[in-house]
């Protein structure tokens, strides 16, 4: 291959990996645990609806005599220190690392999800000296991005499966609302809002501009007022059978003239006495 071919697939294979990068954002940064040789689809989904927490870091203080500060992060460094999601640091300024974000878990429910960071620092006198793992429990708050970062426990009376526990409240977990409302419901919303409009603008129009009184501020009176009449020779135009300018049915002459005689007796006094 040549040297511009090697430049030009160099460039293709970095840009793949910027774009990939781009396209997971912050999140991608997780390493999760492995199973079977690939990542769960479910857990990557689930780290990726906290991508909006991506860009912030959260702190927390105990009140006990320890006096530790926690700082976390989702998916990226804190208190500068290299692939630390969890640290924290005494009131002498010493670090301990409690969690990894290159060796997460992730699992939740439908208002709530539980990040899990593994491989932090070993413990000196508990837990058999195994690494130490901090849980993060995001609970749905839709107030808030993220926020009321707390310590909860420290776990360490066990011999093995020790953690800390954190809580955050954060809208990115909350379920999406979806809309209730069908078609037709729609409908009927716009028409009255439109009904509404139409007569309160109308109103003032007719008030305010053309000074109209009493019933006359009603807009278009005129044509409400004949909207029954309307409506009937409508009816009547739709519904009769008859043609409107049919001619009258024939009827036959009848053979002697009816009222002759009535009226000559009506002419009697018309002649002279």
């Known amino acids: 291959m040549s040297v511009i ?12 990996v910027t774009e990939w990068g781009r ?81 997460t878990q992730i699992f939740g ?62 809208s990115t977990v909350c379920p999406v609302i979806t809309s209730k409302l069908n078609a037709g419901s729609i409908l009927l919303i716009v028409f009255f809002s439109c009904l509404t409009l139409y007569i309160v603008g109308g109103f003032l129009y007719q008030r305010l501009v053309i000074g109209a009184k009493g019933m006359e501020q009603f807009p278009n009176y005129s044509f409400w007022q004949d909207l029954g009449n309307l409506t009937a020779d409508g009816c009547d135009f739709i519904c009769r059978s008859r043609a409107r ?5 024939y009827r036959g002459v009848p053979s002697e003239p009816l009222g002759g005689e009535e009226t000559e007796e009506r002419d009697d006094h018309l002649l002279p006495m």
Request: hydrophobic share 30%.
């Open 109 to 170: 429910g439908s208002d709530w999800v539980i990040l899990v960071y593994k491989n932090g620092s070993k413990y000196d006198n508990h837990c058999n000296n195994e690494t130490r793992k901090s849980m993060v429990m995001i609970s749905c708050n839709r107030n808030t991005i993220g926020g009321g970062f707390a310590v909860i426990d420290e776990e360490r009376t066990k011999p093995t499966d020790c953690f800390y526990l954190f809580e955050l409240d954060s």
């Open 23 to 103: 396209c997971q954002g912050q999140t991608g940064n997780c390493k999760l645990v492995i199973d079977q040789g690939k990542e769960s689809e479910t857990e990557r989904k689930l780290l990726s609806k906290l991508e909006p927490l991506a860009s912030l870091s959260f702190s927390a203080d105990t009140q006990d005599d320890d006096s530790f500060k926690y700082y976390f992060s989702v998916c990226g460094n804190v208190a500068n220190t290299s692939n630390a999601g969890l640290v924290q640091i005494n009131k002498s300024g010493i670090k301990t690392i409690i969690g990894r974000y290159t060796e």
């Open 245 to 249: 300018n049919a001619s009258p049915t």
């Open 5 to 16: 071919g090697q430049l030009t697939w160099s460039a293709l294979v970095l840009l793949f």
